[in-house]
């Protein structure tokens, strides 16, 4: 059974840094297009970085270009946040598909709890 266990939340001030994990099981992360979604309050969940299987070629919306870093080891796929903005307040989901095409905008299978960030002004 597929389980993906997000951790690293918190709360930061505007221009602070976090680290996002999630933690699957192994053999996911080579065979398994990894992604990044948020979704804050009042709002459509959000498609934030994805990352093709093996970590060859990642992908970002725009509004995070620049500060965001996904990457992944034999073990947890993780998101690196610089420069936090209060705009980025929301709760953050891992997301998992069994395909190679990595884009943010088809359906993904396996969803974590999610980890809420929280950046103050």
């Known amino acids: 059974q597929v389980q993906l266990v997000e951790s690293g939340g918190g709360s930061v001030q505007a221009g602070g840094s976090l680290r996002l994990s999630c933690a699957a099981s192994?053999?996911?992360?080579?065979?398994?297009?990894m992604a990044w979604f948020r979704q804050a309050p009042g709002r459509e969940r959000e498609g934030v970085a994805s990352?093709?299987?093996?970590?060859?070629r990642t992908y970002y919306t725009d509004s995070v270009k620049g500060r965001f870093t996904i990457s992944l080891d034999n073990t947890k796929l993780y998101l690196q946040m610089n420069n936090l903005e209060p705009e980025d307040t929301a709760m953050y989901y891992c997301?998992?598909?069994?395909?190679?095409?990595?884009?943010?905008?088809?359906?993904?299978?396996?969803w974590g709890q999610g980890t809420q960030v929280t950046v103050s002004s």
């Open positions: 990352i093709w299987p093996g970590g060859d």
């Open positions: 997301a998992a598909v069994p395909r190679r095409a990595c884009s943010l905008s088809s359906p993904f299978d396996y």
């Open positions: 192994g053999y996911m992360l080579s065979i398994y297009c």
